[in-house]
């Protein structure tokens, strides 16, 4: 009977002492395969088209604002890129239409159609980005490349760079 009980303690530790082993084997190889397969995180392209000229009328479009965080802008000069993040603390305006100005519902600047800061706690005018023409006749936005400035006319003199707006 002593011996039973005796044989019954020692397969209970066997099983649990196999279950360890097999437990600690399997989990070295999810954390393996786990390493093979690293998380990745898919960022937006910095560089991207957004079709042709022709496509943008007079004034501000804001098709892009939701996958690009950009606004298109057609005025006499040509076409220019704004970078929809505003300049106090990141928030993204929002485009106006009736009063014709970008408001930020964070803390309530506004800019101007052209992203000139005139109310509210930004400091700065909103930064523009780099746009280019490529081999179809696409507009190619590069958001890794801005034109703006500390002060309205430190902004005006960065946008002066062709490289800031299309003359189309
Ligand atoms: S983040 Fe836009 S006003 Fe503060």
């Known amino acids: 009977m002593a011996k039973d009980k005796a044989d019954r303690g020692r397969m209970g530790r066997r099983t649990f002492i196999g279950a360890s082993v097999f437990g600690f084997i399997g989990v070295c190889l999810l954390a393996t395969v786990r390493f093979f397969f690293p998380r990745t995180l898919f960022e937006p392209k910095l560089k991207f088209p957004i079709g042709y000229p022709a496509d943008y009328g007079f004034g501000v479009d804001t098709k892009y604002q939701q996958a690009q965080r950009i606004w298109v802008v057609r005025d006499a000069s040509g076409i220019f890129v704004i970078f929809a993040k505003c300049t106090h603390l990141g928030c993204t305006p929002d485009w106006n239409e009736n009063e014709s100005k970008f408001k930020c519902p964070c803390h309530g600047s506004g ?30 936005v590069d958001k890794s490349v801005t034109f703006g400035g500390q002060s309205i006319d430190e902004a005006r003199e960065s946008w002066k760079n062709p490289s800031s707006f299309l003359a189309v």
């Open 111 to 140: 800019f101007d159609s052209e992203g000139v800061n005139f109310e509210g706690p930004a400091p700065r005018p909103l930064d523009r980005l780099k746009v280019s023409i490529d081999a179809q006749g696409q507009i190619v």
